[in-house]
């Protein structure tokens, strides 16, 4: 006699149907074991769902990060030419210029905040900026430093600065005196810029920032992803500005 085996009702050889070493499964056993089947293939339904799901946050809220930061660099650059432009305009003006070439700077400077009533300063120097150099450190060193950008650049500049009541936006352009090439300078304040960066959307638990060197102009969302903010930063074209952004590392599932 062959010795009978079952293991969970699977059989060992059959005697009667005479081929060996088939595998018989008893139904009620079977029956038996469906119920704990059920709960293994439920319990690997809600793991897909679950890591599914939060791959899809994860990627939902990287997107839309992605667009918030280009947002933010087209609404900095379309100030930033905005107010570029009104200050070469404003410069350009017939009244402006004449007081220039007789060298009425007082003249020039009260036409030119004719009709700029968010204007905070307004400033005019020779292009040597001695009479600025002097006035350290009451003149400012980011107004220097971006008297001195418009200079070497021929055009238009606009940078962040440091003022007494904040920071602020700041503007300079070559101009043209009565003695030889001059600067002109002025001041607006620091939410004309930041306005459009605060308008787009940030996803939850992410961070956006508006960045010039190595300081924080604008920080929104959670602040503790600022050292990570680097790598998808985007730069405001014509600018020394910069939109930096940082979402949280992936939900890990086993």
């Not at 079977?30 to 791959?55: D, E, F, Q, T």
Request: proline share 6%; with cysteine.
């Amino acid at each position: 006699r062959g010795i009978e085996m079952g293991v969970f009702g699977i059989g060992g050889r059959g005697k009667d149907d005479g081929e060996k070493g088939k595998l018989a499964i008893d139904p009620a056993s079977a029956a038996k074991a469906l119920p704990l089947l059920v709960a293994l293939l439920a319990v690997l339904g809600i793991w897909c769902l679950a890591s599914g799901a939060l791959r899809i946050r994860d990627d939902a809220r990287h997107s839309g990060l992605q667009v918030a930061r280009d947002d933010a660099v087209m609404a900095a650059r379309r100030t930033l030419n905005d107010e570029r432009g009104r200050l070469a305009q404003k410069l350009a003006a017939d009244h402006v210029k004449v007081a220039l070439a007789t060298g009425d700077t007082a003249a020039a400077l009260r036409i030119l905040r004719q009709g700029w009533p968010e204007l905070q300063r307004a400033e005019l120097w020779s292009a040597d900026l001695t009479e600025a150099y002097a006035g350290l450190p009451r003149t400012g060193f980011g107004a220097l430093a971006t008297c001195e950008a418009a200079l070497s650049s021929g055009k238009p500049v606009a940078r962040v600065v440091k003022a007494a009541g904040g920071p602020r936006l700041a503007l300079a352009a070559p101009v043209r005196g009565l003695r030889g090439p001059m600067v002109a300078y002025v001041e607006l304040p620091l939410a004309k810029l930041t306005n459009g960066i605060e308008a787009p959307a940030v996803p939850s638990s992410t961070y956006l920032a508006l960045r010039q060197g190595d300081r924080n102009v604008l920080e929104r969302g959670d602040t503790s992803l600022g050292n990570a903010a680097e790598s998808l930063a985007a730069k405001v074209p014509d600018s020394d500005l910069r939109i930096a952004a940082a979402v949280p590392d992936a939900t890990a599932t086993p």
